[in-house]
Nanobody
Framework: QVQLVESGGGTVQPGGSLRLSCETS????????IVWYRQAPGEDREGISC????????HYLGSVKGRFTISRDGTKNTVFLQMDSLKPEDTGVYYC??????????????????????WGQGTQVTVSS
């Protein structure tokens, strides 16, 4: 059974840091890329970072590049999102998803959701003073 479970969300002041975890089971990280999404209040869910299964390369949306770092621990089947220098606009529910397609085309980050994707339940991140 495929499962993705996010954890590590919480409330932090602007400029602070959080580390999100996405614990996976039921599939191999060598087969699926892992994408982190963010859904701000009242807005659509957007992809912000991914780590590709094919080459373990990492990719970021421009608004988080230089502040967020995605990594994986293959021995624990877990993907992390280290978030530094957090801003109020980073507030939202963060989801991880197992997908086939993600990456960058020049400076443009892209994802391609499909019916074959798997999703976690999300974890809330609030950045507020």
């Amino acid at each position: 059974q495929v499962q993705l479970v996010e954890s590590g969300g919480g409330t932090v002041q602007p400029g602070g840091s959080l580390r999100l975890s996405c614990e996976t089971s039921g599939f191999s990280l060598d087969y699926y890329s892992i994408v982190w999404y963010r859904q701000a209040p009242g807005e659509d869910r957007e992809g912000i970072s991914c780590i590709r299964s094919s080459d373990k390369s990492t990719h970021y949306l421009g608004s988080v590049k230089g502040r967020f770092t995605i990594s994986r621990d293959g021995t624990k089947n877990t993907v992390f999102l280290q978030m530094d220098s957090l801003k109020p606009e980073d507030t939202g529910v963060y989801y991880c998803a197992a997908q086939f397609v993600c990456g960058s085309d020049g400076d443009t980050f892209y994802v391609a959701p499909s019916p074959h994707d798997y999703w976690g339940q999300g974890t809330q991140v609030t950045v507020s003073s």
